[in-house]
């Protein structure tokens, strides 16, 4: 069967599945709220988020340095807040979408690069426009705003058009950026690596840049969004290495040193963009990672990083933002084929949240909505809660809404390995296997 003949809304498999009770897990949004603050910048109000929240306080903290408050933090939390009303269907914290949004937009430049960081100087917020980690770019924090400025269109067309024009006019302003990307298309360098993404073959920057492309090609329809994630997208398969019985089985590597889990979304972006394209020619791709990687590295217990040939496995500093992107890939493989084992492998990816980890802890709670921000080495805890933590664990929360995914404990029995045959978890005290196959996994 050729590629151009699979159709992905009829990609009906069965299997076994983990149990879905009728109350998921509570998206608690009360630390995130208190980490919300408003801002008077460019003789408006906005809303940014604080950085960084230590225990036991949980008070925002300043990043030394650089400032109090960022676009990277506050695009994920935008993309949190629409994405949480529109799976409840509801029209909760309107002014805080207002207000995120309305910063972005205030940190972008008229040739559409972006700052990053805000700063208090002399009792005054300002724009850090100099720092390392601030200055006017197109990079991690402009691929960033750029997908909540996609997901933020979506939300305001047909509720707020003036907004909606202004959110069209600043992905206009940043084509020219993502323009320039393109125009090495197809161009590798000398050890094989693709040369058209972010930073030359930076997958995982260039993975959040095509969500936000493919939210605006969806609002408005512009084919020169989709052709553009089309390019991206291949650029990213070019760092695809494995399959499912060849190490490091079908990882979509984050750039040409290797994998790590955070911004890990190119199998969703590439997911999400044949779900609305309808273009199926990549669909293999993605599904490979989905279907060989991540159920492996959920059985070696989420490893941080590995490099190009799937060793030398790190686990120091496992943290909320190297399983969220991976939860969000199962599910969005399960709303396109609708085959149950995605579901089932959205809740053992979700459970490193609840104890199944390496430092055997509850990161989540959903009693406060804290997220400890992660391990330390692989078993110690930094029990702080930084807003990065806190929106990716929310996130995670609201994805398993999506497909009504829940379970009550996922714990791993068998021996955490890279390389297994099967994974024995036990759910909800019953006993689940996942066997790995020649084309992915089965769920017995």
Known sequence: ?????????????????????????????????????KVPLHGDTVCVVGIYADYPTYKPVEAKGEGFACVDD????????????????????????????KFLLNMQTENGLFYNFLEKRDGRVVINTDGRTSAAGF???????????GEAADYFKGRNEKTYDEIKNAVGKSLPQIDSLAKNYGKLDKTGNPTWLLYGDGADATSELVLGLNEIYKTTGNSIYSSLVKKLCEGMIVLQRGSC???????????GG????????????ILQYSR???????????????????????????????NMQGSDLNYSGQIAYDVR?????????????HDQKYKTLACILSSWFFGNNTSKTDFYSEETGICFDGTIDSIGVNKNSGAESTVEALLTMVELHKIDANFDSIVLVSPPSFNANEYTYSVDGKELKIRMTADGFRVN
């Open 1 to 37: 069967m050729s590629t151009k003949q699979i159709s992905f809304l009829f990609l009906f498999l069965l299997s076994a599945q983990v149990s879905c009770a009728s109350e998921p897990f509570r998206v608690n949004m009360a630390h995130l709220l208190s980490l919300i603050e």
């Open 74 to 101: 506050a695009a994920r939390a935008a993309v949190l807040f629409i994405r949480y009303n529109e799976v409840f269907q509801k029209d909760e914290n309107e002014p805080v979408i207002n207000g995120l949004v």
């Open 139 to 149: 990079g991690w924090w402009a691929a960033r705003a750029v997908w909540a400025l």
């Open 245 to 255: 019985d060849v190490g490091p089985y079908g990882v979509l590597a984050s750039n």
């Open 258 to 269: 290797g994998w790590h889990g955070w911004a890990n979304s190119q199998a969703t972006a």
């Open 276 to 306: 609305l394209t309808r273009d199926t020619s990549m669909i293999r791709n993605a599904l490979r990672e989905v279907n060989c990687f991540l159920p492996r590295w959920a059985g070696a217990l989420f490893f941080r990083s590995c």
């Open 325 to 337: 992107p991976a939860v969000t890939a199962a599910t969005e493989a399960y709303e396109i084929t």
